[in-house]
C-alpha cells in the first residue's frame, strides 16, 4: 500500500504530458485538408515536450464508427507547443506536407492549410 502513490504518479505522468491545444489543433488541420466539419478520433497523443512540438492521431470521418474504422493517421507539427502554435508540416498517411516539399502540389496542400490554421487564431 505504501508504494500506491508512487503508481498513480507514474501513471498519470504520460497523461499530464499531453497538450490539449496540440491535439485540437492537429484535429483542425485533418478537417481543413480533408473538407469536412467534423472527424471522429480515435487514439491520440501529443508531444509538447518534443522539438519540434507535434500530435498524432487516428480517425475516421464515418457518422457511427466501429472501433475498426479509425485506419487513418495524420501526423502534426508545430513551431511552438503554446499560442501561437503555428503549423509546420503534417502527415496523412504516407505523404506528408510542408513549405519545403519538393512536390509543388504538397507543398500548395500544406500552404493552404497552413493559411486556414492562421485565420482561426
Known amino acids: 500500500m505504501r508504494y500506491l502513490p508512487l503508481v498513480l504518479v507514474l501513471a498519470a505522468s504520460p497523461a499530464m504530458a499531453q497538450s490539449p491545444e496540440l491535439e485540437e489543433a492537429c484535429v483542425a488541420v485533418a478537417q481543413n ?12 497523443q501529443s508531444f509538447p515536450e518534443l522539438e519540434p512540438p507535434g500530435a498524432r492521431l487516428t480517425y475516421t470521418t ?4 466501429k472501433p475498426s474504422d479509425f485506419t487513418n493517421e495524420i501526423e502534426c507539427e508545430f513551431m511552438s507547443a503554446t499560442p501561437p502554435l503555428t ?3 503534417f502527415c496523412i498517411s504516407e505523404t506528408c506536407y510542408s513549405e519545403n516539399e519538393q512536390e509543388p502540389e504538397n507543398r500548395r ?3 493552404e492549410v497552413k493559411a486556414l490554421m ?3 487564431k
Do not use: N, S
Not at 464515418?62 to 464508427?65: L, S, Y
Open 87 to 89: 503549423l509546420t508540416r
Open 118 to 120: 492562421d485565420r482561426q
Open 62 to 65: 464515418r457518422d457511427d464508427p
Open 33 to 44: 485538408f480533408l473538407l469536412v466539419p467534423a472527424i471522429k478520433t480515435g487514439v491520440v
Open 109 to 111: 496542400r500544406y500552404l
